[in-house]
Nanobody, 116 residues
Framework: QVQLVESGGGLVEPGGSLKLSCTASGDTNHIILMGWYRQAPEKGRDFVAS???????NYADAVKGRFTISRDDASNTVFLQMNDLKPEDTAVYYC??????????WGQGTQVTVAS
């Protein structure tokens, strides 16, 4: 199985920046997509960004131009650089991997709070 460990969350002022990371271990063969989702209190889990094995990227409209997703294949790590953070970005952020002919795997979540 794949295991995902996230880090990098915290409290930041509006307009500030944070960088999240998520490292995969275990059976990491044939991971074709890695992505980030977020869930605010009492809300569903929403797509934020994804990156394919070819390093093509996709972003939710709400974060486009502010967030950047990247991955390092050697370390099986996906990153989310978050700039110009807004209070509405406050949520628990989860990373996810999608494997070829395998099930999705989710990280444990990391809290991001944007407030003065």
């Amino acid at each position: 199985q794949v295991q995902l460990v996230e880090s990098g969350g915290g409290l930041v002022e509006p307009g500030g920046s944070l960088k999240l990371s998520c490292t995969a271990s275990g059976d990491t063969n044939h991971i074709i997509l890695m992505g980030w989702y977020r869930q605010a209190p009492e809300k569903g889990r929403d797509f934020v960004a994804s990156i394919s094995s070819a390093h093509s990227t996709n972003y939710a409209d709400a974060v486009k131009g502010r967030f950047t997703i990247s991955r390092d294949d050697a370390s099986n790590t996906v990153f989310l650089q978050m700039n110009d953070l807004k209070p509405e970005d406050t949520a628990v952020y989860y990373c996810k991997t999608v494997r070829l002919m395998g099930s999705d795997t989710w990280g444990q979540g990391t809290q991001v709070t944007v407030a003065s």
